[in-house]
């Protein structure tokens, strides 16, 4: 079982930064496709930033060019360095680790969860 535990989150201002760890542990960190999603109250659970085991990267429109997600296989831990953000930004981020060959972006395609991080910006 892979456990992955999320850590960073906060209360900033816009305009602020960020930056969130997820460290996994339980499994072959190399071998997983490693993505952040967030969920803010009454939505669904949305793609945020994902990277590949080769380090591919994709970003939601929503975010892109305000946030970098990296990876460090020697750590296994992966990271999402947030900047520039927004009110909008405000949720619980989570960290996922999963399997599929390709880079997928809805929630359901991943195997393991972390327990979440809460980002809250204020305006």
């Known amino acids: 079982q892979v456990q992955l535990v999320e850590s960073g989150g906060g209360l900033v201002q816009a305009g602020g930064s960020l930056r969130l760890s997820c460290a996994a542990s339980?499994?072959?960190?190399?071998?997983?496709?490693m993505g952040w999603f967030r969920q803010a109250p009454g939505k669904e659970r949305e793609f945020v930033a994902i990277?590949?085991?080769?380090?591919?990267?994709k970003y939601a429109d929503s975010v892109k060019g305000r946030i970098t997600i990296s990876r460090d296989n020697y750590k296994n831990t992966v990271y999402l360095q947030m900047n520039s953000l927004k009110p909008e930004d405000t949720a619980v981020y989570y960290c996922?680790?999963?399997?599929?060959?390709?880079?997928?972006?809805?929630?359901?395609?991943?195997?393991?969860w972390g327990q979440g991080t809460q980002v809250t910006v204020s305006s």
């Open positions: 996922a680790a999963g399997l599929s060959v390709s880079l997928r972006t809805a929630p359901n395609q991943y195997d393991y």
């Open positions: 990277i590949s085991r080769s380090g591919i990267t």
């Open positions: 339980g499994g072959t960190f190399t071998s997983y496709n």
